[in-house]
Each structure stands twice: as C-alpha cells, then as structure tokens.
C-alpha cells in the first residue's frame, strides 16, 4: 500500500520555524517528483516547493525561496520541508504529493496519478 502522511505541523509565533515531514508507507518515493503544497482557508492550493524524480535541486516558490529548505530523507522514503522565518501568511495546512511524471511543478496538473497526503496544519500568529 502506498499513501503519504504529514507531520511537524503546529502553531508558532511569527518568526518561528517548523520542520515538516513527508513518510512513505512503501518504497515509491525513489523514481518519483514530490512536492510541498499549501492551502490556506478560502485560498486555492498552491505549490511551496519540489523536487524532480532525478533528485536535482529544489525549486521554490517565491515566498518560500529563502526560508523553506526541501530535502530527501536517507531512507529515501521520506523527505522534509524546515521551514523558517515564519509569517502569519505561512498559515496553512500543507499537504505533500508524489508523482511520477518528471517535472515536478506539474504535480496534479498534468494527468499523471497523483499521490496526495491528508495535510498538516501549520499556525502562525503574532
């Protein structure tokens, strides 16, 4: 069986840091692109951060370039998103994808199946 789960998540103040964690109940993370999403209340999902199924490096979005750092467990069945500097703005439940397209920005937007975590959320306030 193959499903993702989520943790780290929690409430911090503005300045914060949070560490996220993505697991892989099996062994399908090797081979695939996965990514970091978050949605906020009212808001449409968006992409954070993601890796290709190649391994290279990151891509970021623009609020997290900077403050986020996405990496690859030495299991290679799970990988992480520290998270610094946080912002009220950060506030979300962030939800990781594998998929094994190799464009990693297309994730859930290219027709590819799509393997999709149940959210952490994230809290932050002043």
């Known amino acids: 069986q193959v499903h993702l789960l989520e943790s780290g998540g929690g409430s911090v103040q503005t300045g914060g840091s949070l560490r996220l964690s993505c697991a892989d109940s099996?062994?399908?993370?090797?081979?695939?692109?996965m990514a970091w999403f978050r949605q906020a209340p009212g808001k449409e999902r968006v992409g954070v951060s993601c890796?290709?199924?190649?391994?290279?490096?990151?891509y970021y979005s623009n609020s997290a370039k900077g403050r986020f750092t996405m990496s690859i467990g030495s299991a290679k069945n799970t990988f992480h998103l520290p998270m610094q500097r946080l912002d009220i703005d950060d506030t979300a439940t962030y939800i990781c994808?594998?998929?094994?397209?190799?464009?990693?920005?297309?994730?859930?937007?290219?027709?590819?199946?799509?393997?999709w975590g149940q959210g952490t959320q994230v809290t932050v306030s002043s």
């Open positions: 994808a594998v998929e094994r397209a190799p464009n990693c920005r297309l994730i859930g937007n290219n027709g590819y199946t799509t393997y």
């Open positions: 099996g062994y399908t993370i090797s081979g695939n692109s």
């Open positions: 890796i290709g199924r190649d391994c290279e490096d990151p």
